[in-house]
């Protein structure tokens, strides 16, 4: 009864998978990259494409799997571009699903790397706000985006369109979690996707306020004063319940 109702999901899709890529979607030239697809139902066949081409196609071992993993492998410019998803069943009712949303796959290198500065201070406190400036030393002719990446996110964490050769991001409100490793790339909007080299490593550091920290110290203080505040009233509780235990106690006998 289930291998026939996941049967009928698949003959007429409606969903449309998502794909995701790692560990990035922005890689080194010669490196290797997994685009994993997945579907909202359990399917037999997965099918990625890029820019509307097919290149290649899975089926997961188990009717049950809902992903399919596309290995990439020595990387070259030529792989970078738009790539999509979709999932199908063989079979003569069987139609494909919807298209994924389009992944940008980036391959850095072919352009000179720019530079990333910090306006003011790459220190700053929670809740605050940091300005981080990718500067490009030449002239690309093109429409050029600007990608801000961060170490451990298979994603930029901004993209925006320049209109010079220098772009700021900003990162509002910021908390621990926006503390680490980040560096820049440019390139062209448009086929055939020219990515820069990513720039040096500029390290942000998120932390607490000071009035954060005296107030923890303030209250980690009181709570300390008021333990050993107890500690001290107990003990004068059993030195005087001592001493009135003796006064009130009869004389031994000589």
């Known amino acids: 009864m289930i291998p026939k109702l996941l049967s009928l999901l698949c003959f007429r899709p409606r969903l449309k998978p998502s794909l995701s890529a790692w560990p990035s979607s922005v890689v080194a030239l010669r490196s290797s990259v997994t685009l994993q697809c997945i579907s909202p139902t359990p399917c037999l066949y997965f099918i990625?494409?890029?820019?509307?081409?097919?290149?290649?196609?899975?089926?997961?071992?188990?009717?049950g799997e809902k992903t399919a993993d596309f290995h990439i492998t020595e990387l070259q410019q030529r792989d970078a571009g738009f790539y999509t998803c979709e999932y199908y069943r063989k079979h003569r009712l069987a139609r494909v699903s919807p298209a994924s949303?389009?992944?940008?796959?980036?391959?850095?290198?072919?352009?000179?790397?720019p530079s990333?500065?910090?306006?003011?201070?790459?220190?700053?406190?929670?809740?605050?706000?940091?300005?981080?400036?990718?500067?490009?030393?030449?002239?690309?002719?093109?429409?050029?985006?600007?990608a801000l990446l961060k170490v451990g996110s298979a994603w930029p964490v901004?993209?925006?369109?320049?209109?010079?050769?220098?772009?700021?991001?900003?990162?509002?409100?910021?908390?621990a979690r926006d503390s680490g490793r980040y560096s820049c790339v440019y390139y062209?909007?448009?086929?055939?996707?020219?990515?820069?080299?990513?720039?040096?490593?500029?390290?942000?550091s998120v932390t607490d306020p000071p009035c954060t920290k005296s107030e923890g110290y303030t209250m980690g203080n009181l709570i300390r004063l008021g333990m050993a505040a107890v500690v001290v009233l107990m003990v004068g509780i059993f030195l005087v319940e001592a001493w009135y235990s003796r006064r009130v106690s009869p004389s031994r006998p000589r």
């Open 48 to 63: 990625l494409k890029k820019e509307g081409v097919v290149l290649k196609s899975s089926k997961p071992d188990d009717l």
């Open 101 to 113: 949303d389009g992944l940008l796959l980036l391959v850095t290198g072919y352009l000179p790397k």
């Open 116 to 146: 990333l500065q910090a306006h003011l201070w790459s220190t700053v406190t929670t809740g605050g706000k940091v300005t981080l400036r990718c500067q490009n030393i030449t002239n690309v002719s093109g429409s050029v985006m600007f």
């Open 158 to 175: 901004q993209t925006r369109k320049a209109a010079g050769l220098q772009l700021d991001f900003s990162l509002q409100n910021v908390t």
């Open 188 to 204: 062209l909007e448009r086929i055939p996707f020219f990515a820069s080299g990513p720039s040096d490593p500029l390290e942000i």
